[in-house]
């Protein structure tokens, strides 16, 4: 396996999310922020964050089948989600959890951040996600 994921004794638990990611591969794959739009550029989910995240959860498994990986081979996650407080997490976590099935995401998630933002490039994107994974 080219990706292990895992989160050391010691490391703060529970956390929807590994601590670590070791990667033994050479091909290198970094899908740029994803965002909830079609292939058409047509918003997904207005104003809802859960379908946002998920939406552009698919996105990135789009982009990540286009160069051979899948959620499996993700060395990192970062979100960006924007105008953040805590009381968003159920939404956020609503979303992950809605998608991750559907896309081979295991939750945990790979080792990720949150990154509360006060804009992204368009008033209604909620959330953007960028993915780095490996492959041999």
């Given at each position: 396996m080219t990706v292990q994921h895992f989160t050391p004794e010691g490391m703060l638990q529970p956390v929807p999310y590994h601590h670590v990611a070791v990667g033994t591969g050479t091909k290198h794959v970094h899908v740029s922020g994803q965002v909830a739009r079609r292939a058409d550029g047509t918003p997904v989910a207005p104003g809802d964050l859960a379908g946002q995240v998920a939406q552009a959860?698919?996105?990135?498994a789009i982009g990540l089948a286009g160069a051979g990986a899948s959620f499996a081979d993700v060395l990192r996650l970062t979100f960006y989600v924007t105008r953040w407080s805590p009381e968003k997490i159920s939404d956020f976590m609503?979303?992950?959890e809605a998608v991750a099935d559907e896309i081979g995401l295991r939750l945990p998630l790979p080792p990720a951040s949150l990154i509360g933002v006060e804009y992204l490039f368009e008033p209604d994107v909620l959330v953007e996600v960028e993915?780095?994974?490996l492959l041999d």
């Open positions: 959860l698919r996105n990135t609503g979303g992950v993915a780095t994974a």
